[in-house]
């Protein structure tokens, strides 16, 4: 069976996909479309993972190929990806001693142009960070290219008290997607 085009180049969802024992080839999509806010967050996500998934299925024909992306919220705040160390160190504050939901959307185009897509929600509690913390976990460098500000499966475990719900839809694909792509589009490896 072919393996699938995963249009994402993070190096979190490739290891997940290896993992669960997914084949893929990366072929990440040129743009990322902007989240609709209008929509709720579950639609929202998985409107942006479409747009991905869609983007690179125009140029791969009969191929099926998977798109996701992933959002950090709390409070009805959208956290991304830090811009400066600064921002990194101001969502770790805002995180801090609370629970957070993370939300990934997964969007797939099948072999037949076929598609369908669904979204993971998890909550994770946080511990209470000291300033010292946050300093120390910014200098590491691992929040800055990740939604939140924080890695769950690096250095960022650490200050996880609680998780309710997927470990890998925190990390940036839930583990059901090696059932969906079974289920829903034939995939069996």
């Not at 479309?33 to 998934?53: H, I, Q, T, W």
């Not at 990194?88 to 099948?110: D, E, K, P, Y």
Request: with cysteine; aromatic share 6%; hydrophobic share 45%.
């Amino acid at each position: 069976m072919k393996p699938i085009i995963l249009a994402s180049a993070s190096p979190r969802r490739q290891e997940i996909c290896t993992q669960l024992g997914i084949p893929f080839t990366v072929c990440p999509a040129e743009s990322e479309a902007s989240m609709d806010l209008a929509l709720p967050l579950e639609e929202a996500v998985m409107a942006v993972a479409r747009s991905k998934a869609e983007a690179v299925a125009a140029d791969h024909l009969g191929e099926t190929v998977l798109g996701s992306d992933t959002i950090v919220t709390i409070e009805g705040k959208i956290l991304g990806k830090p811009k400066s160390a600064e921002d990194a160190a101001a969502m770790l504050r805002l995180l801090s001693g609370r629970i957070h939901h993370v939300l990934t959307g997964v969007w797939v185009v099948g072999e037949n142009g076929d598609a369908d897509g669904f979204t993971e929600t998890a909550a994770v509690q946080f511990a209470e960070l000291t300033d010292e913390d946050i300093a120390a976990y910014v200098a590491t460098g691992e929040p800055m290219d990740k939604a939140g500000a924080y890695g769950i499966q690096g250095i960022g475990a650490r200050y996880i008290t609680a998780l309710m719900g997927d470990f890998y839809t925190v990390m940036g694909l839930p583990a059901a997607v090696w059932r969906f792509l079974r289920d829903r589009f034939g995939k069996k490896w």
